[in-house]
C-alpha cells in the first residue's frame, strides 16, 4: 500500500481496541488500488462505502465471468437498477478497470458476508466459451489476484481464490468448468514471487 496506509491502519487498530467506529480514510477522486487500472467508477447503488480492511477484513477474491463484453460489465455496473458491481473488469486483451475502491464493499458475491469480506473481478466473456479465457486476461488478472494477496496478507490457494459458483447461496455458473484454476494459481503464485511493484497511490 502506499506511504501513509501503515500509519492509517495502525490509527484504525487503536480505534477498534477502543470500540470506536473505523476513521474514514480520505478519498481522491480518480485512485486507483491496482497499478495501470483505468478508473471507471461505478454507479454508487451498486455498492456502499467502508474502510475496510479496518471495519471488514479482505481474505478472499471472488472470480466471475460477464456473460458478455467488456463494455457491456462496465454499462451494467453504471446503472444504478442493476444493484450489482465488482471492484474489477479484466478485457480479453488485459486491460484492467477498477470500479469501486477495494476500502468499499461491492455487490458482486450475492451474499453480504462475502461482499464485506471479498474482492471480486468479473473477466469479459462466457462460461460456455473456452476461447474467452485469453493468455494476455490469465496473466493480467493473476497480476491483479497477487497484487491483492500481498495488500491483505492471504495465501494464493482455493480456500482464498473461488468462484462465484461456490459463494454460499450463490445461483451463478461462473467462471464455469473451462476457467483453468490450477493454470490460475500457478501464475498468480508465479507473481507472488517477483519483487513487488510500486504501489499506486491509494491513500486518497
Known amino acids: ?31 486507483v488500488d491496482q497499478r495501470g487500472a483505468q478508473w471507471v467508477a461505478a454507479d454508487p447503488a451498486n455498492w456502499r462505502r467502508a474502510e475496510r480492511p479496518a471495519d471488514y477484513a479482505i481474505d478472499r477474491v471472488v472470480i466471475h465471468v460477464v456473460q458478455g463484453s467488456f463494455a457491456s460489465a462496465l454499462k451494467v455496473f453504471q446503472d444504478p ?19 469501486v475502491r477495494e476500502l468499499d464493499v461491492a455487490f458482486h458475491a450475492g451474499n453480504r458476508a462475502y461482499n464485506e469480506r471479498s474482492i471480486g473481478i468479473e473477466h469479459e466473456g462466457f462460461v460456455d466459451r473456452p476461447e474467452s479465457f485469453t493468455r494476455a486476461m490469465y496473466a493480467a488478472s493473476a ?21 462465484h459458483v461456490e459463494v454460499p447461496g450463490a445461483d451463478h455458473t461462473d467462471p464455469g468448468p473451462y476457467w483453468d484454476w490450477d493454470r490460475y494459481l500457478r501464475l498468480v503464485r508465479a507473481e507472488l514471487r517477483r519483487p513487488p511493484s510500486p504501489s499506486p497511490h491509494v491513500s486518497g
Open 143 to 163: 497480476r491483479l489476484t497477487a497484487g491483492i494477496c500481498r495488500r491483505y496478507g492471504f495465501p494464493a490457494d482455493r480456500e482464498h481464490l473461488i468462484g
Open 1 to 31: 500500500m502506499a506511504a501513509g496506509t501503515g500509519a492509517f491502519a495502525a490509527r484504525s487498530e487503536l480505534r477498534r481496541w477502543a470500540g470506536l467506529p473505523p476513521e474514514a480514510e480520505p478519498r481522491t477522486p480518480g485512485a
Open 81 to 99: 437498477w442493476h444493484a450489482a458491481a465488482a471492484h474489477y473488469v479484466v478485457r480479453k486483451d488485459g486491460h484492467v478497470a477498477q470500479l
